[in-house]
């Protein structure tokens, strides 16, 4: 019989962070989510049963991170899709704007393994987050420069934390509740260029995300690469 292991989520009360976390509490492991809302908190532990385990954690904050990981054990993986930040043109962007991305997405990312490190197995996996800008951007250089920024970031982990796996995934929009929460005339023409930019011509689903990153802490041969979920738009 498999042995459960634990897992660590920060984001995970909602898209593909609580989609990972369902995927792993249905084959029988258990998982500790992390999030900012107590409210989304709680609704993902009534959603995610017995074995999830839900803290509060702000991944902007290292001291938060710290207490956030205090008493682990053996943590078999980490991912980290939690972060909030704001996005505009170079012309356009203030200070707070333009650097944004960075401190939450890439210092969030990079701070965030550090306080897991001591309390990760040997063999554990990390997967960070970044996104199809990194290789195609439409704009917004700030936050295309931070996605390429968290691969590189994944390239160099994994050469120095080996034998911990450290991998990136790399989505493009996903169909999940922060888009379905945005007004559908906001929503439908974003959908709609992206269908036409996407090989698929189809927009990611919460399970495909979520399938792409249980696939990264699973197999022990992905380590240093990114997996683009994306739909084949970054070859067009």
Not at 16 to 34: C, S, Y
Not at 110 to 120: D, S
Request: with cysteine; charged share 20%; proline share 4%.
């Amino acid at each position: 019989m498999r042995k459960a292991k634990t897992y660590v989520i920060i984001g995970g009360t909602s898209g593909m962070g609580l989609g990972l976390a369902q995927q792993l509490v249905e084959r029988g492991d258990r998982v500790l989510i992390g999030g900012r809302n107590s409210g989304r908190l709680e609704a993902a532990a009534r959603q995610l049963g017995p074995l999830a385990i839900t803290r509060s954690v702000d991944i902007e904050d290292r001291a938060s991170l710290t207490t956030f990981f205090a008493g682990q054990q053996e943590l078999a993986g980490l991912f980290t899709p939690g972060t909030t930040y704001r996005t505009a043109s170079f012309r356009d962007a203030d200070t707070e704007t333009a650097e944004s991305p960075f401190r939450s997405k890439f210092w969030g990312q990079y701070w965030a393994v550090h306080a897991a490190l001591p309390y990760l197995g040997k063999n554990a996996a990390i997967v960070l987050m970044s996104g199809a800008a990194s290789v195609r951007p439409l704009g917004n250089p700030a936050y295309s420069a931070c996605n390429a920024a968290i691969e590189g970031l994944a390239r160099a982990l994994a050469v120095e934390l080996r034998p911990i796996r450290v991998n990136c995934l790399s989505p493009g929009p996903i169909d999940s509740n922060l888009w379905r929460n945005r007004e559908a005339a906001i929503r439908e023409p974003a959908f709609d260029s992206w269908r036409a930019l996407a090989l698929t011509g189809e927009v990611g689903t919460v399970d495909d995300a979520a399938g792409a990153a249980l696939f990264l802490l699973d197999n022990g041969n992905m380590n240093g690469s990114t997996l683009y979920s994306d739909g084949g738009y970054t070859m067009r």
